[in-house]
């Protein structure tokens, strides 16, 4: 059993910063691709950021240049500094790895419980 548990999230001004952080606890054997998405109001899930376990990032073209995301394998957490924030940035952001717990298994993804971001103009 996988768990990811998200922290960090809040309320803030147009201009602030958030720090979001994730924890991947159970049974891990390997974690692939660690990343954040998030879903507002009536949109579909995007992805916001993701890195690879040689930590090669990828970004969304709206959050390039304010928001970092970073990793630590060996604790298997991944975190998300979010800088210069606005309001269309307001969303449940979602902790997403992938995860093989076994040397038997393929890689599948898991996903946290989500974490409220408002960020007010």
């Known amino acids: 059993q996988v768990q990811l548990v998200e922290s960090g999230g809040g309320l803030v001004q147009a201009g602030g910063s958030l720090r979001l952080s994730c924890a991947a606890s159970?049974?891990?054997?390997?974690?692939?691709?660690m990343g954040w998405y998030r879903q507002a109001p009536g949109k579909q899930r995007e992805l916001v950021a993701s890195?690879?376990?040689?930590?090669?990032?990828t970004y969304a073209d709206s959050v390039k240049g304010r928001f970092t995301i970073s990793r630590d394998n060996a604790k298997n957490t991944v975190t998300l500094q979010m800088n210069s924030l606005k309001p269309e940035d307001t969303a449940v952001y979602y902790c997403?790895?992938?995860?093989?717990?076994?040397?038997?298994?393929?890689?599948?993804?898991?996903w946290g419980q989500g974490t409220q971001v408002t960020v007010s103009s």
């Open positions: 890195i690879s376990s040689i930590e090669s990032t």
């Open positions: 997403n790895a992938n995860i093989r717990t076994s040397w038997r298994t393929g890689y599948n993804d898991y």
């Open positions: 159970g049974s891990i054997f390997s974690t692939k691709l």
